[in-house]
């Protein structure tokens, strides 16, 4: 297919538009459509070859493969393209509110060498194995319920009268923690950082100290 000055093969448009569908670009940037009448993706009218090449890199970038290596991965059916990028595509968390922190959180174990650049592993206790967490610590091997990924490290709290930290487990009730109901990837969560404490945080409490 020729685009400008371009030349696209039929497979390089249908990974655009796979890519365009499983990462949910917005109509106004997608460089490709559907064509009922062919039965088949083919670019819109007005698309341009600079923004359809970026989008190629893309979608290579998301499925692990080189311009090459797509042409010679034979496939039948497009759901091996929708498999194969999934299969590539970056995690996705729960975003949580713990002791008034964004954080991520998973059911999952997740293992030292998996967690993201810049960022804090710690499990999270079950109570009764009902979903209510009561305890964060750096490492849980009863009640596993889950694990959560913090920007910042937990620093200790004092817990009527007594100092916890990660390493022995801080105690949790309802009243600590809230699910938001979005889902980050890592590095999107992290983009988003400053939004998830505005919206879903208290501000921080200062104590100011004043001479008389």
Same mark, same amino acid.
């Given at each position: 297919?020729?685009? +400008?000055?371009?030349?696209?093969?039929?497979?390089?448009?249908?990974?655009?538009?796979?890519?365009?569908?499983?990462?949910?670009?917005?109509?106004?940037?997608?460089?490709?459509?559907?064509?009922?009448?062919?039965?088949?993706?083919?670019?819109?009218?007005? $698309?341009?070859?600079?923004?359809?090449?970026?989008?190629?890199?893309?979608?290579?970038? $998301?499925?692990?493969?080189?311009?090459?290596?797509? $042409?010679?991965?034979?496939?039948?059916?497009?759901?091996?393209?929708?498999?194969?990028?999934?299969?590539?595509?970056?995690?996705?968390?729960?975003?949580?509110?713990?002791?008034?922190?964004?954080?991520?959180?998973?059911?999952?174990?997740?293992?030292?060498?998996?967690?993201?650049?810049?960022?804090?592993?710690?499990?999270?206790?079950?109570?009764?194995?009902?979903?209510?967490? %009561?305890?964060?610590?750096?490492?849980? $091997?009863?009640?596993?319920?889950?694990?959560?990924?913090?920007?910042?490290?937990?620093?200790?709290?004092?817990?009527?009268?007594?100092?916890?930290?990660?390493?022995?487990?801080?105690?949790?009730?309802?009243?600590?923690?809230?699910?938001?109901?979005?889902?980050?990837?890592?590095?999107?969560?992290?983009?988003?950082?400053?939004?998830?404490?505005?919206?879903? %945080?208290?501000?921080?409490?200062?104590?100011?100290?004043?001479? +008389?």
């Amino acid at each position: 297919m020729i685009l +400008g000055n371009e030349k696209f093969t039929y497979e390089e448009v249908e990974l655009i538009a796979t890519y365009e569908e499983l990462y949910k670009i917005p109509e106004s940037e997608k460089v490709t459509d559907w064509w009922g009448d062919m039965h088949m993706h083919e670019f819109k009218h007005m $698309a341009q070859p600079e923004k359809a090449k970026e989008m190629l890199e893309k979608s290579l970038k $998301a499925v692990n493969m080189t311009r090459k290596e797509l $042409a010679d991965f034979h496939y039948v059916y497009r759901s091996r393209l929708i498999e194969k990028m999934k299969d590539n595509m970056p995690q996705k968390y729960e975003a949580v509110i713990i002791f008034n922190k964004p954080m991520l959180f998973t059911n999952l174990r997740i293992e030292d060498k998996d967690v993201p650049d810049g960022m804090y592993r710690y499990d999270i206790r079950d109570g009764g194995m009902d979903g209510n967490m %009561c305890e964060l610590k750096d490492y849980v $091997a009863v009640n596993h319920w889950g694990t959560v990924l913090s920007k910042d490290a937990i620093e200790p709290r004092i817990i009527d009268g007594e100092e916890m930290t990660s390493a022995n487990g801080i105690l949790m009730t309802d009243d600590d923690y809230n699910y938001t109901g979005e889902e980050f990837t890592a590095d999107e969560f992290l983009e988003k950082y400053d939004y998830l404490v505005s919206e879903y %945080c208290e501000p921080e409490q200062t104590n100011e100290m004043t001479m +008389g």
